[in-house]
């Protein structure tokens, strides 16, 4: 028996491959913490053997995306001066494998695939959500909240962002065929439920600005590149002018009321301020990176005690931009926020230059929802989370060619039986 390996490693041909590579990482991301090795092996097993298949096609040329690495090789770096090196180490070393899994994946499947991958996968987490999940009770509001199987309802409600965005992006921006109506209709069920019962502020305020953002671009998409231009400049002016005069006359305190939330954001401005205090004691290098929430490190244990983490682990300073100081100091938040902003920079010119490029435009969606939730979550610096999995992936989409034409038929893998009596 002969299988291509166009079947895994060609974008145009890989679409059943790589759609179920993505969904189960997806659930991988989700729920490790439950499922331990076993699963992240799973995850490395789609990704990593594919290498093994045509290096050069897999890989390209690694200069290329040597400006994504920078980030992952400082944490790897200050293993050097953290107070926890071992733990430093450790997570370095699988930060930077899964960055080269993201690497493996946005060089092998399409967009497309990406996007009904993320769709079905975000269904399937939000699935064994609803059907294992539990409900976790708040302290310092006071509140039940759906939580599913994860131990915040910030990543159940990131979730469920995500399904809402993809599931749209497949049927409106894609435009999958008819077949996938179904698998994107049940997604979206399952996230506006999911969003509704976590009762994420962050979560529902992200995801109607973001789906608003990519209809607005939509729409421009139809006019010519400098009308497209124009329009976008004055939209935000009108935009940044309106947020203005909206938190002048106490929109913000209006819009968290109806969450249950008051201006603390659940305590989240003193644990920013405390973020703030800690950094600046490693204001250039940081303390080293995941060298700040350790057992036995006095500020680490006071935090958790003020804010009730009885598992004294999976807390942080609920802020993108404070936790890289406090780990990774200056030069690491400036190594991180280059590559953030060059995805964003570079996907929105895209979309303003061009008549009609749906990839660009799921791309923005994606990282335009990864850097408004940098202000209030961690969703990019962490190892085996899909949002540092998609960070990845839409910052090295600018790296890639265009794809035209066709492609040179690649070279098919033998694939023996499994013992002598097997059918040929």
């Known amino acids: 028996m002969r299988i291509a390996t166009s079947t895994f490693i060609d974008p145009d041909r890989n679409g059943v491959y790589g759609a179920l590579a993505v969904a189960l990482s997806f659930f991988v991301f989700a729920y490790s913490a439950r499922f331990g090795q076993i699963s992240i092996l799973a995850y490395y097993g789609v990704w990593l053997p594919l290498v093994l298949l045509d290096y050069r096609q897999v890989l390209g040329n690694p200069l290329r995306y040597l400006w994504m690495f920078a980030f992952a090789v400082f944490c790897f770096i200050s293993v050097f001066w953290s107070p926890a090196p071992s733990i430093s180490l450790r997570t370095a070393i699988q930060y930077l494998s899964h960055l080269v899994c993201a690497v493996i994946a946005l060089r092998t499947i399409s967009i497309a695939t990406l996007t009904r991958g993320a769709t079905l996968g975000c269904a399937i987490v939000l699935t064994y959500s609803l059907l294992f999940g539990s409900y976790h009770f708040d302290p310092l509001d006071g509140t039940y909240s759906f939580v599913g199987a994860f131990a915040s309802k910030n990543q159940l409600g990131f979730y469920a962002s995500l399904g809402l965005i993809f599931a749209y992006a497949g049927v409106a921006v894609i435009r999958s065929s008819l077949r996938w109506l179904p698998v994107a209709a049940a997604t ?14 962050t979560s529902v305020i992200t995801t109607l600005a973001i789906l608003m953002v990519v209809v607005g671009l939509q729409l421009l998409g139809r006019f010519t590149p400098p ?14 002018i309106g947020v203005t005069l909206a938190l002048g006359m106490g929109a913000a305190d209006a819009v968290l009321g109806v969450f249950g939330k008051d201006s603390t954001l659940t305590g989240r401005t003193y644990l920013w301020q405390q973020g703030i205090e800690a950094a600046r004691q490693s204001p250039v290098f940081g303390v080293g990176y995941q060298g700040y929430w350790v057992r036995g490190f006095p500020e680490a244990e006071r935090l958790w005690e003020e804010f009730y983490i009885d598992s004294r682990g ?37 979309l303003l230059h061009h008549r009609r490029n749906p990839d660009a435009l799921v791309m923005f969606a994606v990282i335009s929802l990864l850097l408004v939730r940098s202000f209030v979550e961690i969703d990019v610096m962490h190892p ?32 023996h039986p499994m013992s002598a009596g097997a059918a040929g």
């Open 188 to 201: 979206v069920l399952l996230s506006a439920y999911s969003l509704f019962a976590s009762q994420s502020a």
């Open 227 to 240: 009308m497209r231009k124009l329009l976008f400049a004055s939209g935000l002016v009108i935009g940044v």
């Open 384 to 415: 085996y989370h899909v949002g540092s999995f998609l960070f990845y992936i839409t910052a090295g989409t600018l790296t890639l060619r265009q794809r035209v034409g066709s492609r040179p038929m690649l070279r098919p893998v033998r694939i």
């Open 314 to 350: 999976g807390f942080h300073f609920h802020n993108t931009y404070i936790e890289t100081m406090v780990e990774t100091g200056a030069v690491g938040t400036v190594l991180l926020c280059a590559i953030l902003l060059a995805s964003f920079i570079g996907h929105l010119k895209h």
